[in-house]
Each structure stands twice: as structure tokens, then as C-alpha cells.
């Protein structure tokens, strides 16, 4: 677990045309993993953490304008012309997606999509790339994958689904794999399967991960760092524990209080965040959380706020931290 | 499969005799009795009935119904009453010529409507996606006899490149045919083009927003390996739908198209039999398009089955 990082991003920015105008979807989002580490990010909806995962595929459209730097290896990917990345997605980079019941083409057969990648990027024969296949779908656990490979998406359950998408990001050993909210539409008790498959083929190939979630617990058992975002930025980012145990960004402190419990009395609201997420298009000049945030000062809106580090590798884009990490002790 | 295409040739065999109720029932209704028709305002009464009784015309309407049906049902569909010979030769001969030209302008239109949609798909909202799209505005709002009248302004009168009108035949070969349904083929084929080349590009950037899409591009594949790959077949159903029913049209223009070419087909039948009260050629030739335009689309019901994997189990 050492050496030069495997992948880098430093400071990226996404401006995507909306319907409502520009909009600067990703802000000042910087990071690295090496082999084997995995990353979370974690947010709700419109926090620009799928368009970070689209950027790092150079997958947004060709309207976005993209700014600050992505390295895999030493190849900078910003800018870097569609048929060379061509050459890198599903073979260095591969990519888990949310829906699996319409990521799926369902005119083809389930052996054909999961041996595509294999033939696009290495030089194996169709008549192998097949075994190999049923290889892949027998290794993400799909039942009786010799017989079903000539079968059709709409034949299998929506966790079949996700297995065989899992078994087509995985075919040509990928150095790294973004999972974008890989469990989000699945049955709860299919939920836990899935990323323990995840977490176990990570483990098995020395993969670096990113796992996209807006659900706590998710990102609290599946990886060791974690980063929070909201409005664009990230807010708060850290090694995991640290991250729970030290909540230092009031958003990340919202966040987890907003979390259903059990055991809680009957009749307890839940706690929700106060407003709601601010429009990409407009907003604000200083911190983007200002609007919704209990401890809210004039100076937090005339800039945006500094990332502090509050312990080791743990980051807080807040300057208040001496307030709300006082009020420490959020979670129990 | 069997269970699918067993539906599909009930519903078939029921809509042909649906058709041939009303197409019998119709011409029955008009006013006008063909014997005295043929025979002149100025004939006697007692000839007019000497006529009617033996053309069959004084029998019950259900009789005369039901011998039609048993009469197509063997291949004897009577003879014509202005002509004196079997209405199935008349047809015959005309098809040499209706058939092919049917052919050729729907190989015309599906050409010319699938590389025009695929392309303005492919470069959405760019250049030549507005300046395609514009020209398939302009050809929907052509009238195909107008436009036949152009193109032989320009390829026969000015160029004198091919001829203006009459069908050369294929007894020296198949190109001088050709040549001479050329012309026609174009102008029915113009209109039908644009409207399948909107109905293409709509379909093609209806499945570029899939979500599998994105996923093949997260494999590696380039835009346009995507794009025949995995959009296409997702996109021709739609596409196929609409050429079902757009034969049914092209068969109607070749009525006014056969008579502004002067080809002796089978358009240009109906049109001199109907003027004739020659109503026995004019309710088989209606019943041969009707017959045409179900067997048409019930091919494109089939073909979807072959297409898209998802239709066999639904319809089990």
C-alpha cells in the first residue's frame, strides 16, 4: 500500500449547461487512491457526487467544461481524446451503475454484454472470451451461469441484474471500479449481498474503489476513507472512523442525525436538515451549506470557506469548527 | 413463438374477412346498375335483364357474397364485365408492373429515411441535423404528383435522361423496366422518406438517453459503435411500425402516380374500372391492396418477435 498514487485528482471542477443556465457542479475536488485503498463519497441527490464519477469516465457531455486535473498513472485524463479514453474505459477503469434493471441492452444476451469488454480490449477469441464470461457470472455468484449465458436481461431479478453488470465492469481486471450507488434500487435483503461481493472482489484483486452512496452505513462498513459532499464541494473528508467519531462539518453532523434508528421510541420524528439543497445554478458565493447551517456567521458567506484539518488526514471545509466539533458528540 | 404466431394469423385470416365484408357491402350500395351501364341508356329493358341475370346480379346479396369468397378461395375471380376475360389475368399483367414499382420505392424510402435519421441523430442539434431535418419538412409538405411532374420536367424533358412516362416492359431485361419506374419510385418515395427519416432520428435519440447506452460507453465502445451496436435494434421497432402502415399509403399513390406516368398498372386498373362500373375488377383489385396491406404489417408483427427478445414471452 505504497508508492505513487494510482489515480489523482487535484482540484476538479464541472460546469454543466442546465436547463436553468451554467451551473458549476463540482468544485475544488481533489484526492488520490493507490492500489487496494477505497474511497466513499457520500451526499444526497444533486451534490455533484455522480458527475465526479462521470468525469473521472469522461462521460459527461460533450457540453461540460472540465477544469483542474485527473491522473491515472501518468496519463492526465482531462481533456485526453475520446478514442484513447475508449482505450482506458471497462480496461483500467470500469464503472457499477445504479439502475441495473435499464443498464442492460435488452436486445442482447447476458454472455454477449459481459464478453464485449473482453473482446474490445484484449485479444481473445470470441469462443474464449465466452468461457471467460461464464467465468465472470459463475464468480459474481449468478446461479447456473453455463446454462443461463444465452439468456436475456428480463429473464433475471434485479439482483441478478446487478451481478452480471458487476461481472461486466470486472471482465477486463480493471485497476480501478466506481460503483455509483450500486445497491440503491436493489430489495434490502439483496442489498448486503451485493456489497459484500463488491467488497470481496476488491479485496481478491487489489482494486482501488470508489463507492458512491447517500447512505451512511453503507459507506461506515465498506471503506476505509470517505469523503462528504454537498453543493459541489467536499465538506468534510477523512479516514472513515475518524470521520465517525469526529463529525466536524455541520452538514456531516445533520447528515447522520438524519438517519432512521432503531429502537427509537415510537412516534419520534425523524431529524431532518432544515431548507433544502441548493439550485447548481445559483449559488451561493461563500459556503454552500450557509443557507440550512445552525451556526451560520456573516463571514461564512463572503467566501468559500478554507478546508481545516482537524486531525490527521481529516479535512473540514467549515470555519467554525472550534463551535460545532464543542458541541462535539452527535451520534449516539 | 408458436403460440405468438398462431394469434397473429387468427387475427390475420379475421381482419381479411372483415375487409371483404366491407368492400362487398360498399360497391353493392353504389348507385348504378352495371348491366344497363354496359349496355347504354337507349337499351331495352328485356336485353338489360338478359344481361344482369347473366352477369349473376339479380341473385340474393348473401349468395352472391359467398360465391365471391369461394370463387377467390379456388383462384376463379369471375370475368371483367367490360373486357369479357378473367379478372385474374387483368391483375396479373398490372402486377408485373405495381409490384416491382412498390418494391423499389419502399427500398428507396427505407434507404433514404434510415441514413437521414441515423445521421441527424448521430450530430443532434448540429448543422447538418437542422439542415437534414428542414429538408424532410419540405418533402412532407410535397404532393407526390406535384413533385412526379418535376422530376420529369427536369430528368426527362430537360436532361432527357429517362423517359416521361409508359412502363418499357421486362421482356429486354430488367434495366429498361427499371429505368422507366424510376422516376415514379422517386416521387412516391419522396414524402414517405421524410416522414420516416423524423420517425428514425426520433427513435434513435429516444434509446441514446438509455441507460445501457452509457454503460456500453463505460466498456470502451466508441459513440459509433454504440450507435449500430446497441441503439439501432432497440430503435427499429418504432421505425418498422410506421412502414407497415406507410405501404398501405404507397399502394394508394400509386393510383395517382401510375396515372401521372401513364403506367399500365394496377392503380391506373382501379381508376379506368371504376370509371367503367366495372365493379367486379374493382373489388378484387381494392381486396388484392387490402389482402397487401394486412399480410404487410402482419410480417412486421412478426418480425418484431425476431427483433426483440422481450415480445415472445409477453404474448405466451
Known amino acids: 500500500m505504497s508508492g505513487a498514487p494510482l489515480i489523482e485528482v487535484k482540484d476538479l471542477g464541472v460546469r454543466l449547461n442546465t436547463s436553468r443556465g451554467p451551473a458549476q457542479a463540482v468544485r475544488g475536488v481533489s484526492f488520490a487512491l493507490r492500489r487496494g485503498e477505497t474511497l ?11 458527475v465526479t464519477a462521470l468525469a473521472l469516465m469522461g462521460l459527461l457531455p460533450e457540453s461540460a467544461v472540465i477544469s483542474g486535473s485527473i491522473r491515472l498513472d501518468d496519463t492526465e485524463l482531462v481533456e485526453l481524446p475520446d478514442k484513447a479514453y475508449c482505450k482506458l474505459r471497462g480496461n483500467r477503469i470500469s464503472m457499477i451503475f445504479q439502475e441495473p434493471m435499464t443498464a442492460l441492452n435488452p436486445m442482447h444476451t447476458i454472455g454477449h454484454q459481459v464478453a464485449e469488454p473482453l473482446l474490445r480490449h484484449t ?8 468461457q471467460e464470461a461464464i467465468a465472470l457470472l ?6 447456473d451461469a453455463a446454462k443461463r449465458i444465452d439468456a436475456y436481461p428480463h429473464q433475471f431479478s434485479g439482483g441478478q441484474r446487478q451481478r452480471i453488470t458487476i461481472a461486466m465492469a470486472l471482465a477486463c481486471q480493471p485497476d480501478v471500479l466506481i460503483a455509483d450507488e450500486p445497491t ?13 461481493l463488491i467488497a470481496g472482489l476488491v479485496e481478491e484483486r487489489g482494486m482501488a474503489m470508489i463507492l458512491i452512496s447517500h447512505d451512511l452505513g453503507v459507506i461506515a462498513e465498506n471503506v476505509a476513507r470517505m469523503m462528504v459532499m454537498y453543493g459541489g464541494t467536499v465538506v468534510e473528508s477523512g479516514e472513515t472512523n475518524a470521520v465517525f467519531t469526529r463529525m466536524g462539518h455541520p452538514y456531516t453532523q445533520g447528515l447522520f442525525r438524519a438517519r432512521p434508528r432503531l429502537g427509537a421510541r415510537k412516534g419520534t420524528r425523524l431529524k431532518t436538515i432544515a431548507g433544502t439543497v441548493p439550485e447548481l445554478a445559483d449559488l451561493p458565493a461563500g459556503c454552500s451549506f450557509a443557507d440550512r447551517c445552525a451556526i451560520v456567521e456573516q463571514r461564512c458567506r463572503v467566501a468559500l470557506p478554507a478546508v481545516v484539518d482537524v486531525g490527521a488526514s481529516h479535512g473540514v471545509r467549515c470555519i467554525r469548527t472550534d463551535v460545532s466539533m464543542a458541541a462535539g458528540d452527535v451520534g449516539a | 413463438m408458436s403460440v405468438f404466431f398462431l394469434r397473429r394469423i387468427l387475427t390475420l385470416v379475421a381482419t ?27 337499351a331495352s329493358p328485356d336485353a338489360v335483364h338478359a344481361l344482369t341475370v347473366k352477369l349473376g346480379l339479380d341473385q340474393p346479396l348473401a349468395v ?48 433514404l429515411a434510415l441514413a437521414a435519421g441515423i445521421y441527424t441523430a448521430a450530430n ?4 447538418g441535423d437542422v439542415g437534414v431535418m428542414s429538408l424532410t419538412q419540405i418533402g412532407i409538405a410535397l404532393p407526390n404528383f406535384w413533385f412526379a411532374i418535376l422530376l420529369i420536367l427536369l430528368f426527362s424533358v430537360k436532361l432527357q435522361l429517362l423517359s416521361a412516362g409508359g412502363f418499357a416492359g421486362w421482356d429486354d431485361g430488367i434495366w429498361p423496366g427499371i429505368r422507366s419506374l424510376l422516376l415514379p419510385a422517386i416521387s412516391l418515395a419522396v414524402v414517405q422518406a421524410a416522414i420516416l427519416a423524423r420517425v428514425t432520428r426520433s ?22 459503435e454504440v450507435l449500430w451496436r446497441h441503439v439501432l435494434r432497440n430503435a427499429i421497432i418504432p421505425v418498422m411500425t410506421v412502414m407497415g402502415l406507410q405501404f398501405a399509403n404507397l399502394l394508394a399513390g400509386t393510383i395517382v402516380i401510375e396515372n401521372v406516368f401513364y403506367l399500365p398498372g394496377l392503380g391506373r386498373l382501379i381508376f379506368q374500372s371504376i370509371a367503367n362500373r366495372d365493379l367486379i375488377v374493382v373489388r378484387n383489385c381494392v381486396m388484392l391492396l387490402a389482402a397487401m396491406v394486412v399480410i404487410v404489417n402482419f410480417v412486421v408483427d412478426v418480425l418484431y418477435a425476431f427483433i426483440d427478445p422481450r415480445i415472445k414471452v409477453a404474448n405466451l
Open chain 1, 40 to 50: 466513499g463519497l457520500v451526499g444526497e441527490s444533486g451534490c455533484g457526487k455522480s
Open chain 1, 123 to 130: 485479444g481473445v477469441s470470441a469462443a474464449e472470451a465466452r
Open chain 1, 138 to 143: 459463475d464468480r459474481v455468484g449468478l446461479p
Open chain 1, 184 to 196: 440503491t434500487a436493489l430489495d434490502v435483503t439483496i442489498q448486503g449481498q451485493i456489497l459484500d
Open chain 2, 16 to 42: 381479411l374477412f372483415a375487409a371483404s365484408l366491407i368492400i362487398f357491402l360498399v360497391l353493392d350500395a353504389l348507385p348504378g346498375n352495371a348491366a344497363q351501364m354496359l349496355m347504354g341508356a337507349d
Open chain 2, 64 to 111: 352472391r357474397y359467398l360465391l365471391w369468397i369461394k370463387g377467390m378461395a379456388v383462384g376463379d375471380l369471375g370475368n371483367s364485365y367490360v373486357y369479357g376475360t378473367p379478372v385474374s389475368g387483368l391483375i396479373a399483367e398490372r402486377l408485373v408492373l405495381t409490384i416491382p414499382l412498390a418494391i423499389m420505392s419502399m427500398l428507396i424510402t427505407v434507404t
Open chain 2, 124 to 127: 443532434h442539434n448540429k448543422l
Open chain 2, 203 to 224: 427513435a434513435v435519440l429516444e434509446v441514446l438517453r438509455e441507460d445501457f447506452v452509457r454503460t456500453a460507453r463505460a466498456k470502451g465502445l466508441g459513440k459509433r
